[in-house]
């Protein structure tokens, strides 16, 4: 098995046990007249470890610790393959259908340069559309994806970093694949532009 080979299949698993979830609820009693984001993100990190109690790959799943809004993780589980582990960060992000050309906050960098310091590098962005529905809402699908998902590492390359040394990236552009090298050098490449911008306007 190829890295990327390895690397889809962690993908692809994480990616079908939250499409999984959201067939068996399609609808929520979450209110969806304002942002209800944070709400999805705390119903699904719940949802995901319990639907990962028993998985083949997915281990040790845990969610983020209740009232920490700045966990640099949603959710978080070891993909086990053979006798090697891997640790996985997800992040979800749930995404009213009116907002679907939003350019959201995605982290810090200094979260990525920390996890890859501690030997970790697959921070999985899940992301899920939904709009109002009766006095909650219902999951939709965007671009015929009830579910779009991609690692940071394969981030589009349009991505940028705020003067609040926030990633940012707009939710509607397709990921690209590139080697853990590749993401290092174009992750520092955004970092210095970031920087660069920053001081300029100073």
């Known amino acids: 098995m190829t890295i990327k080979e390895y690397e889809k299949l962690i993908?692809?698993?994480?990616?079908?046990?939250?499409?999984?979830?959201?067939?068996?609820?399609?609808?929520?009693?979450?209110?969806?007249?304002?942002?209800?984001?944070?709400?999805?993100?705390?119903?699904?990190?719940?949802?995901?470890?319990?639907?990962?109690?028993s998985h083949k790959y997915l281990i040790d799943s845990e969610a983020a610790p209740k009232g920490n809004t700045k966990n640099p993780w949603d959710a978080r589980c070891y993909f086990k393959l053979n006798e090697h582990k891997e640790d996985i960060?997800?992040?979800?992000?749930?995404?009213?259908?009116?907002?679907?050309?939003?350019?959201?906050?995605?982290?810090?960098?200094?979260?990525?340069?920390?996890?890859?310091?501690?030997?970790?590098?697959?921070?999985?962005?899940?992301?899920?559309?939904?709009?109002?529905?009766?006095?909650?809402l219902k999951f939709i699908s965007s671009n015929n994806e009830m579910v779009k998902?991609?690692?940071?590492?394969?981030?589009?390359?349009?991505?940028?970093?705020?003067?609040?040394?926030?990633?940012?990236?707009?939710i509607s552009v397709k990921p690209t694949y590139r080697t853990r090298e590749e993401f290092i050098e174009l992750l520092m490449k955004k970092i210095n532009e970031g920087l660069i911008r920053q001081l300029e306007k100073a």
């Open 89 to 136: 960060w997800i992040d979800f992000k749930a995404f009213k259908l009116s907002a679907i050309d939003s350019n959201p906050d995605i982290g810090t960098p200094n979260k990525v340069i920390k996890f890859i310091e501690e030997g970790g590098f697959y921070l999985l962005y899940v992301h899920v559309y939904y709009e109002e529905y009766n006095n909650g």
């Open 149 to 170: 998902s991609y690692f940071l590492k394969d981030i589009s390359d349009t991505f940028r970093r705020t003067p609040t040394n926030q990633l940012q990236v707009n």
């Open 11 to 53: 993908r692809e698993q994480i990616t079908n046990v939250i499409k999984t979830i959201i067939a068996k609820n399609k609808t929520l009693n979450i209110s969806a007249k304002s942002r209800a984001g944070a709400e999805i993100s705390n119903w699904l990190e719940a949802a995901f470890v319990k639907a990962t109690q």
